[in-house]
């Protein structure tokens, strides 16, 4: 043997010629002994051959996880070797060289040294490593033939999931350990690399032990050190769960016995399985009689006092007969308890911030049998487990899905129906969020498996305590449905996070002065579920509050009201100074006993909150001090219809009888009486329009204002003409006008011939220039004036109180802020009424706008209307509504002839697309820098601006100035289709915004020889009158070319049967207004309009911004106390209008 090479070194055939003797000189026996005990565990890792060096370098695997590196080569027919250990430092030979030759051998010579033949596939994976191209062959042998070793498996431990650890002793055939998803790092590792864990034994373990058997490995269990085969017995034991009273302590004992009723010697139990170790070392399935895995119901035996013992609730589902019940040695059956003496409790404590203020609150959920508690976490871990266990991608990411499937797995509970039985489809319609593609499996397997957790306990679930007392067992019954009825009601969750929460018995608050709401929640959940609370150690219940307010007429009319509230809660008085407490839901009263009430106001919260801003101490008396609260609270008819609708949350407020019959008449709109067609009216009444002017009347003769709100088309106008008759014959003696209507200039002489035709009894004066207001103040008993002469004449009013001022087309207040509708404010009139179809077009403001002009000081100012309807639509929409009537067409005439409308989508010629796309550049660039350097507001002002230059391109770029070879798509299109209806002898209503627009109308009419009608803004006002009659009267030219806001409104058109509109307008409202100027009463023929829109530009994106507007409209006059529609337009809308 040589350790230091100093002749000539050998290549690969050197090693391939070597002697095998040459691994015996490497060391002593020992060294011997021990090296090729390492070669056959596989301790050599690795073969590296290095060409220049001619030498060959092994991966040896020692103690410790330790790896060695031993070199080895052939000098002169000679084998050295040096290894980088201690031992072979201090000695020149040692354990890791020879099994590094051993391994050498094998590979390069195919022969096993020591007599043990080693797999095949392992000594060609080490003779690949060195570069042997002719990898395979025969195998490799032994210098004698040895039968093969047979491996072994020692079970080493078994883990608390029940996971069993085994080391390997020799060789595993290939594949075996995958087949039951068991990866080692190497075929043939050594030492650590040589253990795996079989998890899942309750599905594999059986099936492990058979296939190991046909495979000749011996599993083994290693007891007091000796090995024992770990076999499976034959048949299932049976499982008895024994507990026996003992004074102050509970024995609890698992038994187990064979099929002959012969108790079995059971040392472990294997979690989340139904085997047992038993004490010879073998291994035994058990019967567990429903109660669950066997490996969970341990320990074998336990010892604990008794209140330990029932608090842990160790007797889940006790009527099982595995359960037996024993008191000092002798069987006795637990006695049932009476439902009365079972109580569900809720132990609540709050957890408070250095401040003293909520900030979350802890629980704890038992069952009180006769004053035993049994804790319940085992159950509400298991209840919720679905919902946070299930895979439902981003489910419980979103507050709204989150609060929706509570609220679904509530709505399954009660149901009471089987798993198979849920057809949870039947709920998709309400709750769309969660029956999306995206969540709907994860949505059914979560109800489906809460159902299935219900459904794998017996119906009657039982709970056994241990009665010490008397030395007795007790039973009762817990409803498991209440229970997780519970769990997802108790808490107002919104997120994964909250749910964690709840399985760790915490509530977190979001805010401290949120916990007054979430305990009202708890305690009121409770309740209905018959929970018994506690909080904060103290028995606490909810007791609603009986609140009545008593109202008296403040003097002799019913203009004033002064209020004396009185809340009880029980029998028990709550004191003024106490209400702003009850307002925050923080008052907790004391019972004589010591518990706490909660007061509860019959209704809800929104009664509760309602009652906070009635009842707010801040609130100003009518003298302008600070209201204490135990004043007495003077509040005006329209602050009087916020209290009686408390009514709808269980509050009695009494009224004087005057003043209860009109309340209920505004409300209910009854009893306004019957209107008495005066005589001096030339009209056949509609039904409705009696209807209307019987409201108006009833509205007027108690002080108030009125908004008529109907459909264009309804008659408005001869409503409005029909209440003025009546009160001029009901006052036949004024010597001056008290009647004084405002409307737009092109609808003056409409309202002249409308009286004329209706009432032409009546004196009535138009005011159109300042120095007609003189003698008309004298003379008439109707004047007639625009807006902007209100606006221009208001000293010429000044000292004339108006009975009656109507305002026709009163959206022309619609801006708060402008000069005429701060004119229109300062008329000095006993009541207003405001005429419009349109009492909102682009956003609420509008309506306050509106209905303040009508009824003034209905709303109180901006900022507080804009804030209550933002949070409580209901309750301010609720105070408007017996002030805005509105009926529609498409309810009230049913002989109408049908509207039918539709849009014609157009192709840009290729020149005006070019112009187009240019401008598109032009405006995005602008928007863009109007919002980057300007407030929003004026931004949107901007941008609008901009975005009026797309339009026009869409209607002619001529309208920009740009010469066009060819008439634009749309004129085009008109010029042949006002040629077909002349052809027809239909007429036609043409609309534009744009003047351009009409003078291109012109432009076509001309060059086909049709004849026409125009009005716009620049039409004289004394023209207009026979522009209009010569229209309607059919002796004029059919087709009339009208500016949207000329002739959009109170004009009566009928003859036409066809509408466009050239140009789409933001607001529908607008145009739906100027369409019904011919689908209106008198319209004898169908009506078609017909909207010409541009593809792929901005009109085809501006008709869905329309369509938002319509909701707003809807939400607001036809269904008001619906949620605000989004309103206005904003950076999103301008982005999505440019973009798409």
Same mark, same amino acid.
């Given at each position: ?578 209400? /702003? ?370 339009? /026009? ?141 541009? /593809? ?45």
């Amino acid at each position: 043997m040589t350790t230091t090479a100093t002749g000539k070194l050998e290549g690969l055939e050197g090693f391939e010629k070597l002697d095998i003797g040459e691994l015996y000189y490497i060391g002593d026996r020992r060294y011997i002994d021990q090296g090729l005990a390492y070669y056959r565990q596989f301790a050599v890792e690795g073969l590296e051959w290095d060409g220049q060096q001619k030498r060959m370098t092994a991966l040896v695997q020692g103690r410790r996880f330790n790896a060695y590196e031993v070199v080895l080569q052939v000098c002169d027919g000679r084998l050295v070797h040096e290894c980088e250990c201690s031992v072979w430092e201090s000695t020149g030979g040692c354990k890791h060289a020879v099994a590094a030759a051993a391994a050498m051998f094998l590979s390069v010579q195919g022969v096993s040294v020591g007599g043990q033949s080693m797999p095949d596939d392992y000594a060609q994976e080490l003779r690949k490593q060195l570069g042997y191209s002719d990898v395979g062959g025969e195998g490799h042998h032994g210098e004698a033939e040895v039968p093969q070793q047979v491996a072994e498996f020692h079970l080493m431990e078994v883990d608390n999931n029940g996971n069993l650890g085994f080391s390997i002793e020799g060789s595993v055939p290939k594949d075996f350990l995958s087949s039951f998803g068991i990866v080692l790092a190497s075929s043939y590792g050594f030492r650590v690399s040589r253990e795996f864990v079989l998890d899942a034994p309750e599905a594999q373990l059986q099936s492990f032990l058979e296939e190991a058997e046909a495979a000749n490995i011996a599993v083994l269990n290693l007891l007091d050190g000796e090995p024992h085969p770990l076999v499976m017995e034959a048949g299932t034991a049976h499982l008895e769960i024994q507990h026996t009273l003992l004074e102050d302590r509970v024995v609890r004992r698992m038994c187990f016995f064979d099929t002959t009723g012969l108790e079995l010697d059971v040392v472990h139990l294997i979690p989340n399985s139904s085997y047992v170790l038993l004490g010879e070392g073998s291994l035994c399935k058990v019967n567990s009689n429903g109660l669950g895995a066997a490996g969970n119901l341990g320990p074998i035996r336990m010892e604990l006092e008794v209140e330990a013992f029932n608090e842990q609730n160790l007797t889940p589902n006790s009527s099982n007969e595995s359960y037996l019940f024993a008191v000092k040695g002798s069987k006795k059956k637990p006695r049932a308890m009476k439902p009365k003496q079972i109580r569900l409790e809720l132990d609540l404590t709050a957890m408070e911030n250095v401040a003293g203020e909520w900030e979350a609150f802890e629980f704890d959920l038992c069952l009180n049998l006769d004053g035993y508690r049994v804790e319940l976490y085992e159950l509400v871990s298991r209840f919720l487990a679905p919902t946070l266990h299930a895979y439902g991608g981003k489910l419980l990411s979103a507050k709204r899905r989150v609060r929706s499937l509570c609220d679904l797995l509530r709505r399954v509970l009660s149901s009471n129906l089987p798993a198979n039985d849920l057809e949870l489809e039947n709920y998709a319609a309400d709750y769309p969020e969660l029956f999306d593609v995206n969540y709907r499996v994860g949505v059914c397997e979560i109800a489906e498996k809460l159902v299935q957790v219900l459904e794998a306990y017996d119906a009657d679930y039982e709970v056994t305590v241990a009665d010490d007392a008397r030395q007795r067992w007790l039973r009762g019954h817990l409803d498991l449905r209440k229970l997780a009825m519970l769990l997802f009601s108790v808490s107002d969750a919104c997120s994964r996070s909250d749910l964690l929460n709840l399985e760790e018995g915490s509530i977190e608050l979001a805010h401290p002065e949120a916990g007054a709401e979430a305990l009202q929640r708890i305690v009121s959940v409770c309740r209905t579920l018959g929970v018994q609370v506690q909080f904060n150690e103290q028995a606490i219940r909810s007791e609603p509050l009986s609140i009545s307010v008593d109202t008296r007429a403040s003097g002799s009319d019913i203009d004033w009201f002064q209020l004396h509230p009185s809340i009880r809660c029980g029998d028990r008085t709550i004191k003024p100074e106490e209400w /702003q407490k009850l307002i925050l839901g923080q008052l907790l009263i004391e019972d004589k006993d010591g518990s706490l009430i909660m007061p509860q106001i019959e209704g809800g919260e929104g009664g509760l909150e309602m009652l906070a801003e009635l009842l707010r101490p801040q609130r100003q008396k009518p003298d302008g001090t600070k209201a204490e609260a135990d004043d007495t609270l003077q509040v005006s008819r329209l602050e009087m219809l916020d209290w009686i609708m408390l009514r709808k949350h269980g509050v009695h407020v009494t009224l004087p009888e005057e003043a209860e019959n009109l309340f209920s008449s505004l409300s209910q709109f009854n009893g306004v009486g019957d209107f008495v067609k005066p005589t001096t009216l030339n009209a056949d009444l509609r039904p409705y329009q009696e209807e209307g002017c019987a409201w108006i009347d009833f509205l007027y003769h108690h002080r108030f204002g009125a908004c008529l709100a109907d459909d264009m088309g309804l008659g408005k106008t001869v409503q409005t003409i029909g209440f003025l008759a009546r009160y001029f014959e009901q006052n036949p003696n004024l010597t001056r006008a008290s009647v004084l209507i405002v409307l737009p200039p092109s609808l003056v002489f409409n309202w002249q011939e409308e009286f004329v035709r209706f009432a032409p009894s009546l004196k009535v004066v138009d005011c159109l220039r300042k120095s007609a207001w003189h003698d008309a103040l004298r003379e008439a008993q109707v004047i007639l004036t625009t807006y902007d002469r209100v606006r221009l004449d208001l000293e010429a009013m000044e000292g004339t109180r108006f009975e009656i001022v109507v305002f026709d087309e009163a959206h022309n207040l619609k801006n708060v802020s402008a000069a005429r509708t701060k004119a229109a404010a300062h008329i000095n009139r006993r009541f207003t009424l405001c005429l419009t179809g349109t009492p909102v077009e682009n956003n609420a403001s509008e309506f306050y706008s509106v209905m303040s002009a009508a009824v003034p000081g209905i709303f109180g100012t901006l900022k507080a209307f804009k804030e209550y309807f933002r949070e409580a639509p209901d309750r301010i929409l609720g105070r408007s509504r017996p002030f805005i009537l509105r009926r529609t067409k498409d309810k009230i005439l049913k002989d109408l002839p049908k509207k039918e409308e539709h849009e014609l989508f157009l192709e840009m010629s290729p020149m005006q697309k070019e112009i187009y796309t240019r401008t598109v550049a032009e405006v995005k660039a602008e928007v863009a820098e109007a919002y980057e350097d300007r407030p929003e507001q004026q931004a949107g002002i901007v941008a609008l601006a901009a975005i009026l230059r797309l339009r /026009q391109v869409c209607v002619s770029p001529e309208l920009l100035g740009k010469h066009m070879p060819e008439h634009a798509p749309k004129f085009s299109y008109m010029a042949d289709k006002l040629e077909e209806l002349q052809a027809e002898g239909h007429g036609a209503l043409i609309f534009s915004q744009f003047i351009g627009g009409l003078d291109q109308m012109e432009a076509i009419a001309k060059e086909r020889g049709i004849d026409y009608l125009r009005m716009d803004g620049r039409t004289p006002v004394s023209k207009r009158k026979e522009i209009v009659r010569s229209f309607q009267s059919g002796n004029g030219p059919a087709f009339f070319f009208i500016s949207l806001k000329t002739g959009g409104v109170g004009l009566n058109l009928t003859r036409a049967n066809y509408v466009f509109h050239l140009d789409p307008w933001w607001n529908p409202a607008v145009e739906n207004q100027a369409s019904d100027r011919a689908h209106r009463i008198g319209q004898t023929r169908s009506v078609f309009v017909q909207r010409l829109i541009m /593809q792929h530009s901005i009109e085809a994106r501006m008709l869905e911004l329309k369509a938002r507007k319509a909701e707003l409209f809807k939400q607001l006059v036809e269904e008001p106390g619906a949620k605000a529609a989004k309103a206005g337009l904003n950076r999103d809308d301008f982005d999505y209008l440019l973009n798409g």
